[in-house]
């Protein structure tokens, strides 16, 4: 051996130390939320920090409960559940259930804005079937700072007739939740504020593996990124059955197969995945986005070198978490059920009308601030907090036809319903998006056509949302509202100052509100300390069961008490004592 | 002719030296605050003071709450050698009632603070230095009877591991007191943002 070659050996030889050492501390596990379930729900959001990059400064974070992101709720279809949302982060924010259809006021949307030190409790009867749903911030023009900071969870709804089914449940097991997102981190390692990060995220993780059993295992996969699509697929371009969608479990699993096998995950959108691991432990495999194959307009096919847009995984592929196959466990799961659930979809020849939603591009608007050269926009402007742009009679079933003319493709996300997709450009839908739906990436030029059925919800006064979620668009404004209106309801017209008793007065733990009309009730009540910061807000309240008051300290309060009929406000003070 | 090079000289002397100053070293005047020992603290009463460390922070913020210790250190060093520490609150007391004067008296005490914990009730003084987040952190330096900012942002890189952290002010005030100019005169800060009421 001469010297030369004894050198490039050494060398070598270092160069595999090296890399076999990275390797061994380059993943970190991925991390699993903590579940909360019941039918009460405490979840404070705060400003706080986490160790996410493994050395250096911590990254400063929004979380619930917790360091970053929140738990994951689970519920069950039928019941009531009640949120107390308290906001302890140093600006105003929302949550909004994403995919839940729940009455427009506990939607969490830009109107239901929670300032800081306030708890909001909603509540609501679960109607949406068994599903993997999510929750994030929904504040205009803060929606893309919120989410980066890491503010969000999964929701997992049950019902029967997915308990019945012979599928893996065993959270953080066989059944694993992986939110996927991407960040950038600055050299301190905080988060820029940039629409596509340079690192891939898994749960929050950074470079994740996991460990998974030798069997069936269920996946629900949600984008939770600002913009990014991922084009799903395994390493070893394995098939995987698509189990679910958005709005929940499909009819019957769909073999995702060939030489290729892959999903396309645009932001908020959902899929429930069963994967087969049977007799592979010891074996190892990568989720990877493959997004080389993607074109340049669509989002994560970009490729821009530098500026607002430019990240280093643009228009690649790349591993999102390693997935390490380890003993089977008892009663695994070992084959796919042949059928899933009977899913009644609405019919269009039952659709009274065909809405025609446009996405554009709109040169020149400076009213707001741009990130790029335009603003993207629906229905020819720009969201208008105080315009609503539709009024849907209540129980209408109706086909939206979005007609695009923007030159990139936006995943277009109703609040509300779950729709059914019909067509894209006059061709049937493809098999895999023929599931529940709350998001559908429409691509430039195209018109893609759904049907949705209107119904159990009418508010003529708070509005649901309809956007783009990628976050920079629809804080720039690609966003619209309608309300859902009951036109059997009768709004009394009236000046006429409505006569409500406070009792007791002082009060301790609970607040009694009772209206001499017996017709009449509270659509929303909010309590203010007497420096006028707001302490509750409690959207439609069992008035006659007594506000909740124990979170209140000594004090004066103002309570304003918004009558359901007449939108009339009707304002008290009070003492806790 | 002459008067129009004299302008163009003039005017290149102000951007080049006038323009420095105002970015790099600006200048602050002095303050009064209320201390959490219910007295007021200006930056006067210190007639030895070479300089001051003003670091903003509150008492709600988990990110500025890991830094108690490294504040008591700072000053316990640096007062001695005549630079001594003021932390600022100017968080909106409405907004945040965590930051109210009471509980800041109260944080100052458990946590033994051997430093001023100047409430800035009005914000005029956040306003003045312009500052982001809590922490953020400012020298300020005498020079010429004024006092001129030497180095803002971070306190250091490792908010939750102090043994780790490279301190950005100790390092800034080693320099301004060794007579040198100060190395890396701006971080970025970060924490929890500081809203100011119009």
Redesign the interface.
Known sequence: MNKNMRNSLLILGLIILINWNASAQSYNTLWIPDTLTGTNFNLTIKDTFAQIVNTGNQSITGGINGKFWGPTLIINKGDVVNMHVQNDLNDSTTIHWHGMHLPAVMDGGPHQIIPPGTLWQPYWEVKNQASTLWYHPHMHEMSQEQITKGIGGFIIVRDAAEAALDLPRKYGVDDIPIAISDRDFNVQNQFSIVPYGDSIMANMTLRAQYSVPAQYVRLRLLNAAIETSYNLGFSDNRSFYIIGTDGGLLDAPLLINGATPRFLLSAGERVEILVNFSGQSGSSVFLKAFNQSLGNFIPGGESFPNGPFASFLGHTNYNIVKLNVTNATANPITSVPISLVTNTYPLEQDAALTRIITLSDSAGVTSVPILGPNAFILGHQLFDINTINHSIPLNQTEVWELKSTSVFAHPFHIHDVEFKLLTINGVTAPTYQQGWKDVVLVEGGKTVRFIAKFDDFADATHPFMYHCHIALHEDEGMMGQFVVTDINSVNEISKEEIPITLFPNPAHDKLFIAFKNQAQSAYYVSIKDFLGRTKLMLPQPYVKDGIDISSLSKGVYTISITEKGSKQVITKKFIVN | MKTTLAIGVCILFIFVFGSFNLTLEKRVDNFTLLNVNGKNVSTQDYKDAKGFIVIFTCN????AKLYTNRFNELNTKYSNLNVPLLAINSMDT????EETFELMQKKATKEKFNFPYLQDVTQAVGKLFKAQHTPMAFVIWKENNEWLIKYKG?ID????HPKLANSYISKAVDELLNGQPVSNSE??S????I?YRN
């Open positions: 709600h913020c988990p990110f409405l907004m945040y009632e971070a890189d490792n908010g939750a971080t970025e970060f924490g929890c943002a809203f």
